[in-house]
């Protein structure tokens, strides 16, 4: 299950944090694979399978513990909005600390979150039962490579999506 905020504006430990009352977060956490590329340049994908094949060039993410179909109900509602602002922070953690890198794109009214397999960020602005966002300023490819290199070799990853309407 998600990590959604209890409260909109409100941190893990429930203080406020430096999001106003209107923002919606999930945490989705993945690990890496041995097939993890990150070369696709127009999406970004994580999947709850456990498997992945050299084919799977936009997944940096296998055996997610939420897909859309699982998302707070409110988190959803804010994502369905053109005007709304999606930030997908990608954090892993290695050795040596943590690496992370954001892509940002933009809701849709079209978003159905209904997608119980996998979640896919587009730079396009083509919407299916997995996207999660569109428009947005990066995919795989834009990735920091020491992030993917480290999903590689099975690092573990921790998705933040924040929503600000």
Same mark, same amino acid.
Request: with cysteine.
């Given at each position: 299950?998600?990590?959604?905020?209890?409260?909109?504006?409100?941190?893990?430990?429930?203080?406020?944090?430096?999001?106003?009352?209107?923002?919606?977060?999930?945490?989705?956490?993945?690990?890496?694979? &041995?097939?993890?590329? $990150? #070369?696709?340049?127009? +999406?970004?994908?994580?999947?709850? !399978?456990?498997? @992945? =094949?050299?084919? *799977? %060039?936009?997944?940096?993410?296998?055996?997610?513990?939420?897909?859309?179909?699982?998302?707070?109900?409110?988190?959803?509602?804010?994502?369905?909005?053109?005007?709304?602002?999606?930030?997908?922070?990608?954090?892993? &953690?290695?050795?040596? $600390? #943590?690496?992370?890198? +954001?892509?940002?794109?933009?809701? !849709?009214?079209? @978003? =159905?979150?209904? *997608? %119980?397999?996998?979640?896919?960020?587009?730079?396009?602005?083509?919407?299916?039962?997995?996207?999660?966002?569109?428009?947005?300023?990066?995919?795989?490819?834009?990735?920091?490579?020491?992030?993917?290199?480290?999903?590689?070799?099975?690092?573990?990853?921790?998705?933040?999506?924040?929503?600000?309407?």
């Amino acid at each position: 299950m998600s990590d959604a905020d209890a409260a909109p504006g409100a941190g893990d430990d429930g203080t406020a944090d430096d999001h106003d009352e209107t923002t919606a977060v999930e945490r989705i956490h993945a690990r890496g694979h &041995e097939h993890v590329a $990150g #070369t696709h340049e127009s +999406t970004v994908e994580l999947t709850s !399978d456990d498997w @992945l =094949t050299p084919a *799977g %060039d936009c997944i940096v993410g296998v055996e997610a513990d939420t897909t859309p179909a699982e998302f707070d109900e409110a988190f959803v509602g804010a994502c369905q909005s053109a005007a709304a602002t999606i930030t997908a922070e990608f954090a892993v &953690e290695t050795e040596e $600390g #943590t690496l992370t890198d +954001t892509i940002t794109g933009r809701g !849709d009214p079209e @978003l =159905t979150f209904e *997608g %119980d397999r996998s979640l896919v960020g587009r730079t396009s602005e083509y919407v299916d039962d997995r996207t999660v966002f569109v428009g947005a300023d990066g995919a795989a490819a834009d990735l920091n490579r020491d992030l993917i290199d480290a999903l590689a070799d099975g690092a573990t990853l921790t998705l933040t999506l924040t929503v600000e309407p």
